[in-house]
């Protein structure tokens, strides 16, 4: 694979919540201006869990080469980075992006596509991350937030927090997010390190797409998703993963799973299992609406009307030139 020198590179990012279109938007704008996509989806990390992540879309092809998929011809990395047995951070995403960043050609446009606002935050650099060992000072950060400021910050390092996770105890939610993310985030303009000290995407952003519709909308496409995956493979996928002993790491307690996991040991019917799934989903799309909000920077694009679809489209276009 060729590779050229390390310098900054200009992205593209594509973000919204479950089922707003992300990834099919991003395939179409690659088709048409030679671009790959890079994923910031923090479920997507894992091998062997492709369904239940939509690594798999419906209706197009797929190929898995050592490092990237394609789909449709289009190179997706991102993809299978760890397996679920293992632990991951945005710090090791962010140090990830960069080191592919070479191996992608200064004439490709690079797309950051995802659901996972965390990810993308700081990758652009709007909260930075610690480099590891150069401050001893993550708890003391930490404990300035408020109990709830902590309680976001895990549910984004991990979704689904467990049943039985006392959310008022903030030793507990320290320790958790120490756990799973070290070295953790400053936000933007309140650090007092040099900023040789902090990690960020080796890239400058052009613009930041966000997709959006109705909520009912949006719940509509999630539910038909849920009800598509559990009529193909998905059992099979999680036969698999169950065999080789990946239900016993955090990662199976992430959207989908979790609720197969139950239907797998008979706790759930499948009409539960079904309807437990998309009541997840639709949790998980306004925990990420609520995130994106956040963000003053994306330009925002409803595509779930018909009539608007060409005029945003042109729109969307015009903001890669």
Request: charged share 30%.
């Amino acid at each position: 694979m060729e590779k050229f020198k390390s310098q900054k590179r200009e992205i593209v990012a594509i973000v919204g919540p479950t089922s707003s279109g992300k990834t099919e938007l991003a395939i179409k704008l690659c088709k048409k201006y030679d671009g790959e996509i890079i994923s910031a989806d923090s479920r997507q990390i894992y091998e062997y869990m492709d369904i239940g992540t939509n690594k798999t879309p419906q209706n197009r092809d797929y190929k898995k080469y050592h490092g990237f998929w394609e789909i449709d011809n289009i190179r997706v990395w991102g993809y299978d980075l760890i397996t679920p047995d293992k632990e991951y951070s945005a710090f090791k995403y962010v140090r990830y992006v960069n080191s592919i960043l070479p191996n992608i050609n200064l004439k490709k446009k690079i797309f950051i596509v995802g659901g996972s606002g965390f990810y993308l935050d700081c990758l652009i650099g709007k909260i930075r991350l610690e480099r590891a060992g150069k401050s001893g000072g993550l708890r003391k950060d930490l404990n300035k937030k408020t109990t709830n400021e902590l309680l976001q910050i895990l549910k984004d390092l991990r979704f689904d927090q467990p049943a039985n996770f006392d959310i008022n105890n903030r030793v507990r939610l320290i320790r958790a997010i120490e756990k799973l993310q070290s070295p953790i985030l400053n936000k933007e303009g309140k650090a007092t390190k040099k900023s040789t000290d902090f990690i960020t995407g080796n890239i400058t952003t052009k613009s930041i797409i966000g997709l959006t519709a109705p909520r009912e909308y949006l719940y509509d496409r999630a539910d038909a998703w849920v009800d598509y995956i559990w009529g193909d493979n998905f059992y099979s996928e999680l036969q698999g993963l169950i065999s080789r002993g990946y239900d016993n790491y955090p990662a199976f307690q992430g959207l989908i799973y979790k609720q197969g996991l139950n239907y797998y040991k008979g706790l759930n019917s499948l009409e539960e299992t079904l309807s437990l799934s998309k009541f997840a989903v639709h949790a998980y799309i306004r925990r990420q609406q609520t995130w994106f909000k956040r963000n003053k920077d994306i330009i925002w694009f409803d595509l779930s009307n018909g009539s608007k679809l060409s005029s945003n489209m042109i729109k969307i276009e015009n903001l890669l030139k």
